[in-house]
């Protein structure tokens, strides 16, 4: 008789739910800082790149956030700062999910290629007082800029069972996150609020509100793009279906139309590539689509647009395990995605060897270059700086080399 009552009453609350967002007007568009429509690739810029860069071009750079003495570190998030530096979060603590996790934080000073000690952010006692509710454990902190220029922080808390029982809370800074206001738990369902998850980066609307990528992992595992409001939840749509999909990134290619890429949760026998979705309506409604033709084990993905129009994608390329992480690059118009970088690769060693390397994070600072975080081994977060002179080179580079292996010659 409970489990009849408990179904009734998610029925009554997903009816509710139904109700309340078909009440919603129309968004407003995209913002023209989401996508870079005026400066896609094409053919001639592509031509003026390859014959403009030079041989001598930096390396990568490479190197650690901060060690916080934790024996784990995950989920690791950034933003840019108003001076040209890059904020870093990410959680650490004896394990994952356990009562110790804390949410930390660090400075990247480009000048001297180093970041500041680490601080903590948030812990779960801290969590407990802001809140006035019990917390189990937190995680996957998220950064946004709010229209006002203040910083948002999302992050996840868990009262009670696993992530599945998660909701999402929010907290901002006027001082560029050395201070933060007390938290606010984000109300996504009128009734039930749980198992709501965020992991990957905001859109702006011209409106100023945000459109914040969450996703939902009890039940179902599916997507949804959250429309907030001063750190208000004013609307959501569902991106996904089923239990397939989870950890939407959202790629803006204009004002109204944009692309969801997942996570793959997918039972055994089935496909294990990338789940895509589509909006034309600026993330009202959205539709599956065929999946991107790149493996995926079960792991995050992050990716970017830069202002040139180049997109970068970076993701374990594999159907099992974590061994492996790849950047990939495409244009707007082919949509062809080419592997310019491997950037570890544990496969020659044997399986109990191989480390893992996951849950990846990209933002560009001056619209040209990427900064890229990841979980190494779950024992530190790596950082990586790719500069826009190398991007470019890099991608020429990918181009030509599929130029050559699809031309006539090479059959």
């Not at 979060?89 to 990247?108: K, L, N, Q, T």
């Not at 907030?228 to 004002?255: E, T």
């Not at 970068?312 to 395990?321: P, S, W």
Request: charged share 20%.
């Amino acid at each position: 008789m409970s489990r009849v009552i408990a179904l009734c009453f998610l029925l009554l609350a997903a009816v509710i739910g139904f109700l309340h967002i078909d009440s919603r007007p129309v968004w407003a568009p995209f913002a023209a800082a989401s996508f870079q429509a005026d400066e896609a690739l094409d053919e001639p810029a592509l031509t003026k790149t390859k014959d403009s860069i030079k041989d001598s071009v930096s390396p990568p750079q490479s190197n650690w956030l901060p060690d916080t003495g934790a024996a784990s570190v995950h989920a690791a998030s950034m933003i840019a700062l108003k001076d040209g530096a890059v904020r870093a979060f990410w959680f650490a603590g004896s394990r994952e999910g356990a009562a110790d996790v804390s949410i930390f934080s660090s400075v990247f000073d480009p000048k001297s290629s180093s970041w500041s000690a680490p601080i903590v952010v948030m812990d779960r006692i801290s969590a407990e007082k802001g809140l006035s509710r019990y917390i189990a454990k937190l995680g996957n902190p998220v950064p946004a800029r709010l229209a006002d220029g203040r910083l948002q922080l999302f992050f996840v808390t868990v009262s009670i069972g696993g992530w599945a029982g998660s909701s999402i809370s929010a907290m901002t800074s006027d001082d560029e996150g050395l201070t933060w206001s007390k938290p606010q738990r984000l109300i996504s369902s009128p009734l039930l609020n749980l198992s709501t998850l965020v992991k990957s980066p905001n859109v702006m609307f011209t409106d100023g509100l945000l459109g914040l990528p969450a996703y939902h992992e009890w039940i179902g595992r599916f997507g949804e793009f959250l429309r907030l409001d001063a750190g208000q939840v004013i609307d959501k749509r569902r991106m996904s279906s089923g239990r397939g999909a989870i950890q939407p990134l959202v790629f803006v290619n204009d004002a109204q139309y944009a692309s969801a890429y997942f996570r793959q949760t997918r039972s055994s026998g089935l496909p294990k590539k990338i789940p895509v979705s589509h909006t034309e309506n600026a993330g009202q409604t959205w539709q599956q689509a065929e999946d991107l033709d790149i493996a995926n084990p079960n792991s995050a993905v992050a990716g970017l647009v830069l202002k040139s129009g180049a997109r970068i994608l970076v993701l374990n390329n594999i159907e099992n395990g974590r061994y492996r992480l790849v950047l990939l690059m495409s244009d707007v118009k082919s949509e062809q995605w080419q592997t310019v970088e491997v950037l570890e690769d544990d496969e020659a060693l044997p399986e109990a060897q191989r480390k893992e390397f996951s849950y990846p994070y990209l933002i560009t600072v001056n619209g040209d270059d990427a900064h890229l975080v990841y979980t190494w081994d779950r024992k530190k977060i790596r950082h990586r700086y790719f500069s826009g002179a190398w991007l470019k080179q890099a991608f020429s580079k990918a181009q030509s080399l599929d130029d050559v292996a699809s031309s006539p010659e090479a059959q």
